[in-house]
């Protein structure tokens, strides 16, 4: 990737802090505590958003105590560098719709942090926290994922962040909570997590929404990049995370979509480079 431009002042490094005590924190175990982990493991939504039947946590943050914040480093600046092309993009889609974007904050953290949404752990991944709208990532542990799941590459981690600011440009846009709202009305599990499918896959296109608008502007992409990405969406499609979990596919229970789906709507949003292509609810208004 050729990512020259500005670099995001809306990065928050808690890289270096120490979680303090605190009751009330999510807990995670069993089977079903698993499988939501492993859902969840890679461009999704805090879990703790699923956990609580799309309820958020408002719990105030826990105490924090200061230890040695890292030095400015490589991956600190490629994602600072990566929100503000986002910051960019958005605020120019945005304005085509009479509308004000407000830029997300990112928070980097190691291990452990807290959220509006709860206690945030690396092993849940990447995640956007509708409640305080701030994206988190613990960059190092993010890296290990890459390679675990075969997600190499500069511009599959940049398809990453894309995915979580899209969750936070459907926040702005009222679209988490309309489908919060049809999760709620849903008759069954299944129809619920249909419509939760839905929604990683409108991230998946506005990843790719993005990708296209910076490169149109800015030229950032280079050979081999758009292979980082789709590879990236294919890696992270739940029909093949839950058979490296669990050996089996269960269509009913994916919140995410296959790989397959988030193939396709990463590329319709390359593809077509509009807001209006991303369209993943057709059917059910």
Known sequence: MRL????????????????????????????GGVAILLICLFLGVDPSVLLDDGSVNQQPPQQQQQGQVPADDAGRRFAALVLGDTEQVWHAEFQKLGRTYREPPLVLYSGGTTSGCGAAQAQVGPFYCPADQRVYIDLDFMGQLQQRLGANGDFAAAYIIAHEVGHHVQNQLGILELTRNLQQQAQNQAQANNIQVRVELQADCMAGLWARQAHDARG??????????????????????????????????????SSAERVRWFRTGLERGELAACDTFAGLR
């Open 4 to 31: 020259g431009g500005r670099e995001s002042r809306n990065i928050e490094d808690r890289r270096g802090t120490r979680m303090g005590r605190r009751g009330g924190g999510i807990a995670v175990g069993g089977l």
């Open 220 to 257: 950032i992409l280079e050979r081999g990049d758009i292979e980082e990405g789709l590879n990236a969406a294919a890696a992270v499609g739940d029909d093949r995370l839950q058979r490296r979990s669990q050996g089996h596919v269960q269509p009913e229970s994916f919140t995410h979509g």
